[in-house]
Nanobody, 130 residues
Framework: QVQLVESGGGLVQAGDSLRLSCEAS????????MGWFRQAPGKEREFVAA????????AYADSVKGRFTISRDNAKNTVYLQMNSLKPEDTGGYYC???????????????????????WGQGTQVTVSS
């Protein structure tokens, strides 16, 4: 059973940067696409970014495109979310998740939805002040 642990959140000012990390236990990490979602207080969880198992293809929510970058290091069982030019509306809990199915090659479509994932981390809080 894969377990995911996020880190790197914090309190920053608008315009600052943060890099989130999500470390996975288990040997099968490299076979699965990974996603990042976020949830602001009183709002539903929303898709942020996804990356296929090889790292060769990525997808982003329109609200973060051009500011956030998802990447992965399969040798370290870790997926990253580099967040630049942060805005107050980026505030929320950030969660990484593992794809339900291995070796998916199409990053768009299903991977934008939470039901595509079967394992979630506990989340890391990002707070952006104006």
């Amino acid at each position: 059973q894969v377990q995911l642990v996020e880190s790197g959140g914090g309190l920053v000012q608008a315009g600052d940067s943060l890099r989130l990390s999500c470390e996975a236990s288990g040997r099968t990490f490299s076979s699965y696409a990974m996603g990042w979602f976020r949830q602001a207080p009183g709002k539903e969880r929303e898709f942020v970014a996804a990356i296929i198992w090889s790292g060769g293809s990525t997808a982003y929510a329109d609200s973060v495109k051009g500011r956030f970058t998802i990447s992965r290091d399969n040798a370290k069982n870790t997926v990253y979310l580099q967040m630049n030019s942060l805005k107050p509306e980026d505030t929320g809990g950030y969660y990484c998740a593992k794809d339900r199915y291995p070796l998916r090659t199409v990053v768009d479509g299903a991977l934008r939805f939470s039901h595509a994932y079967d394992t979630w981390g506990q989340g890391t809080q990002v707070t952006v002040s104006s």
